[in-house]
């Protein structure tokens, strides 16, 4: 699903890719929220602990050799990065 710049999504999601990067998805842990920016950067909230959550690994950008096989065959992460190549070219 494709959501514009400016526009809204409220429901549970693991992880979303933008503009930003072309290489990477933004993986959101469980009971965050994001904002995502007009120049595709990401705001993580997690209750007022985004920065620190980011900062040990638990949630942010991360490429393809972060996730496991079946993280990315069973679980949804290598469509997420697939969808990389539709909406970013």
Known sequence: MAIPPGGSYYGLVDGI??????????KI????????????????????FGPIIEAFGFGGWK??????????????????FNSLETFNH
Request: charged share 20%.
């Open 17 to 26: 890719t933008t503009s930003k990067y072309n290489n990477f998805v933004f």
């Open 29 to 48: 842990p469980e009971g965050g929220s994001v904002y995502v920016c007009e120049d595709g950067s990401v705001d993580l909230n997690y209750h007022g």
């Open 63 to 80: 490429d393809r050799s972060y996730f496991n096989w079946w993280d990315l065959n069973k679980n949804g992460w290598g469509d997420l």
